[in-house]
């Protein structure tokens, strides 16, 4: 919702809460991806969606991820893990954004490791063992 106060701006998306807060906004050029819908998602993903996102470069990606283990990030769908990994590789730069809850949580498909980040925002409920795994491993961490 704070992208409004930060036009001009590109925002490309294929999540469609995304889409519809920011359609339509003066100042912000809304790129969305196609591909094929998963309702549980509320988002586009496969492989158009892939191939969307290889015909583009951006500045910044930020990003989410379902579950974090041993360092690494995971997602339940191999769809998301792909379209994730093609944004990632579009990008310059990498931000993950993830709450406590992740750190708890298990998914099937790995994503990356946090390392592949550039920074990792975490909330204040992330355990003192988590930062320091994170930080000795060499990932840039910052709580918020």
Request: hydrophobic residues 45%; proline residues 3%.
């Amino acid at each position: 919702r704070e992208l409004h106060r930060r036009t001009p701006l590109t925002v490309i998306t294929n999540f469609c809460p995304v889409v519809a807060e920011l359609g339509g906004t003066p100042g912000i050029d809304l790129v969305s991806l196609g591909g094929a819908y998963f309702p549980a998602y509320d988002a586009f993903l496969g492989m158009r969606t892939v191939d969307g996102v290889a015909s583009l470069h951006a500045d910044l990606l930020i990003a989410s991820t379902t579950a974090i283990t041993r360092g690494q990030c995971y997602h339940q769908s191999q769809e998301t893990v792909a379209v994730k990994r093609a944004l990632m590789a579009a990008c310059e730069r990498s931000v993950l954004v993830v709450d406590h809850t992740k750190f708890t949580r298990r998914g099937l498909y790995r994503l990356a490791p946090l390392t592949e980040f550039d920074l990792v925002v975490v909330d204040d409920g992330v355990g003192a063992a988590d930062l320091e795994a994170m930080r000795s491993a060499g990932v840039e961490v910052q709580v918020v």
